[in-house]
């Protein structure tokens, strides 16, 4: 009788194990995991003031009515920031983007998903990578069109590369014919320019592609400089920068840029 009333407390003993452990809360304190990253594009506009260049070298009329042309336009971009609604910044990094003249979508690559409400980035290179000598794999670097001379060093790289012809004629009411050319190679790390633009609200989601569409209105290089002054048409060397002209090009950079609506 013994042996049976032991062999029944075993039993319920087991039973009620079981029991308790298939009622138990399920561990929840595993941690939730990141959302997955999102493809993000700056899609990059080439004005002159409130027209978009859609053909090098044709004549486009500014709202001041001065008459220009482009014939090369180049920039850099680096140091890319994106900025958050709490106002801290995920930093893009390794990437540089060479804008080219009629090339409007670059890719930054795979970026956090959110809601952001600015970018910020460098005009130009920072001073480490401005010092590189270039490799024939680096594409965006190894452009002899944003190098001061054959090679890119030891003058470092051109960061603002912006040719044409413009009327200089002081009421801006000078013929086709009578345009000048221009030719502006803007560099040196004293000329390395952060632009952070305006609060324009965009979100980043999961597996998606974004495009942040920005205008670079290359006409704003000539702001505050007198167009009928023929040397103040061309700042094309390295020492060059360090001059009234050079400088006052370097000061009008950040103006260049402003969002698409």
């Given amino acids: 009788m013994k042996r049976k009333i032991?062999?029944?407390?075993?039993?319920?003993?087991?039973?009620?194990a079981l029991l308790f452990n298939s009622c138990k809360k399920k561990d929840d304190t595993t941690a939730t995991p990141a959302a997955a990253n999102g493809t993000l594009y700056f899609h990059l506009h080439t004005d002159v003031d409130t027209a978009e260049v859609a053909n090098?070298?044709?004549?486009?009329v500014m709202s001041s009515h001065r008459k220009i042309s482009v014939h090369f336009a180049q920039?850099?971009?680096?140091?890319?920031?994106?900025?958050k609604l709490d106002g801290s910044s995920v930093s893009v990094a390794g990437v540089i983007v060479l804008k080219k003249q009629q090339i409007e979508p670059y890719l930054l690559g795979s970026v956090p998903s959110g809601n952001y409400q600015s970018v910020s980035f460098d005009v130009g290179l920072v001073s480490a990578t401005n010092v590189t000598v270039p490799m024939p794999s680096d594409s965006a670097q190894f452009?002899?069109?944003?190098?001061y001379s054959a090679t890119a060093q030891p003058s470092g790289y051109v960061f603002v590369n912006f040719q044409g012809k413009i009327d200089t004629t002081t009421a801006a009411n000078g013929s086709?014919?009578?345009?000048?050319p221009f030719s502006?190679?803007?560099?040196?790390?004293?000329?390395?320019?952060?632009?952070?633009m305006p609060v324009q609200d965009f979100t980043v989601s999961p597996n998606q592609t974004q495009y942040v569409h920005i205008i670079c209105d290359y006409s704003k290089l000539f702001t505050g400089i007198p167009?009928?002054?023929?040397?103040?048409?061309?700042?094309?060397?390295?020492?060059?920068?360090a001059t009234a002209l050079g400088m006052q090009l370097a000061n009008n950079v950040p103006l260049m840029f402003r969002y698409e609506y």
Avoid: E, R
């Fill in 6 to 16: 032991s062999i029944l407390i075993i039993g319920l003993t087991a039973i009620s």
């Fill in 56 to 60: 090098l070298d044709s004549v486009y």
């Fill in 75 to 83: 920039l850099y971009l680096s140091n890319i920031q994106l900025i």
């Fill in 143 to 147: 452009s002899q069109q944003m190098w």
């Fill in 176 to 180: 086709v014919t009578s345009m000048q």
């Fill in 184 to 196: 502006y190679k803007i560099g040196t790390n004293d000329n390395l320019k952060t632009v952070t």
């Fill in 227 to 241: 167009l009928n002054v023929n040397s103040n048409l061309t700042m094309n060397t390295y020492p060059a920068n």
